[in-house]
């Protein structure tokens, strides 16, 4: 695979400063009108950081508000409340358009639907060629072009020339995905939010996706957050893992750590929906078959508390926050138990 070419603009960062963080942030829409009017709470108090050269998954279920915070990130949606700091400086102090486009230069997004994030209506060299246009100004027309085909290369589609010419619907689905991956390489990210970038696709070429988003962070130093309702696809490509549920982080820490050893009763629950062929049948059991709520209006406690075969009273009451339960393994559950001979600390940003 052809190395891209990367800026060294983060050069002059310290190192302990996160690529992207967020605090706080909060996102609620208006539901109703007047004085019938509700809160929905999509995405409540939520603190994460994306390092250098990481790939982070946020898995949950649909509904639990994984893709709000990509629309965040992304400047889609303005936070409620909270702040996105990129590397370390405030989003919300960005006053002018190209200062705005430069993080979006920056942090791109690859959609869900490959089907639809192309347009039908021109070729594929288009999208490749307008990204350029609009994120690189400083390449002459022939030189976009040369770019155009040297990052459809690169995400493993050959020749380039041959893609570029087509219209989108003589692309497989997995081409057409690849070709959403270029368009955001034309912009020399320094992270992709990728959401759900594989659901669409059949499972035999999932794995070609994951992979080529393992070799652009080793070719082209690209971090990720990886969105996605797979554990088994989290766990293959991720470094860390945030599992969300109704608009909370509930648990975060490396990939192994969380499913080797799930301190909250969530995670469980997402584990064991991940068919296992050497499990025995166990006839009779039944499996959880709750839904996230809706969460309007919300009051106080655990949001999972309804579902949970360990909820106390405590959890009907308060709702919990991230404890550090592991080294760098954190669960919001006021029963879980840290390590065997792990202090747990202080809550910290996950």
């Known amino acids: 695979m052809t190395a891209l070419i990367t800026d060294n603009a983060s050069a002059n960062q310290p190192a302990t400063v996160p690529l992207l963080e967020t605090k706080g942030l909060t996102r609620h829409f208006r539901v109703g009108r007047g004085f019938s ?4 709470h999509a995405v409540d108090d939520v603190n994460l950081t994306i390092n250098r050269q990481e790939i982070v998954a946020l898995a949950g279920e649909s509904g639990s508000g994984k893709s709000t915070i990509a629309r965040l990130l992304a400047g889609v949606y303005k936070p409620t409340s909270g702040d996105i700091l990129y590397q370390g400086q405030s989003l919300a ?3 002018f358009r190209r200062d705005q486009l430069a993080y979006r230069s920056d942090v791109p997004m690859v959609f869900q639907d490959p089907f639809s994030s192309l347009n039908p209506a021109f070729r594929v060299a288009h999208g490749v060629l307008r990204s350029l246009k609009l994120h690189r100004k400083d390449l002459t027309k022939a030189q976009r072009l040369e770019e155009a085909e040297r990052v459809v290369e690169a995400v493993g589609l050959s020749p380039a020339a041959d893609i570029m ?4 619907y003589e692309l497989s689905g997995g081409q057409r995905q690849r070709i959403g991956f270029a368009q ?3 912009h020399q990210p320094k992270l992709i939010l990728a959401d759900e970038p594989v659901s669409m696709l059949d499972v035999s070429i999932r794995i070609g996706l994951l992979n080529l988003m393992a070799e652009l962070r080793a070719s082209a130093g690209v971090s990720f957050l990886y969105i996605t309702h797979d554990i088994a696809s989290a766990r293959y490509v991720a470094d860390r893992l945030m599992i969300m549920y109704a608009g909370h982080i509930v648990e975060s820490g490396p990939t ?3 499913l080797a050893n799930p301190k909250h009763p969530y995670t469980d629950l997402l584990l064991g929906a991940v068919p296992d062929p050497r499990a025995p049948l166990n006839l009779g059991v039944e499996g959880d078959t709750g839904e996230p709520p809706k ?3 919300p009051t106080p406690g655990c949001r999972f508390r309804w579902r949970c075969p360990l909820a106390i009273e405590k959890c009907h009451q308060v709702t919990p926050t991230l404890r550090v339960l592991g080294p760098r393994h954190e669960a919001a ?3 879980a138990e840290p390590d065997v001979g792990f202090k747990a600390e202080e809550p910290v940003s996950v």
């Open 256 to 258: 192994e750590a969380v």
């Open 333 to 335: 559950c006021h029963v």
């Open 93 to 95: 102090g960005q006053r």
């Open 184 to 186: 955001a390489l034309a």
């Open 37 to 40: 009017a509700k809160l929905l």
């Open 295 to 297: 969460v309007i209006d």
């Open 165 to 168: 010419s087509r219209y989108p």
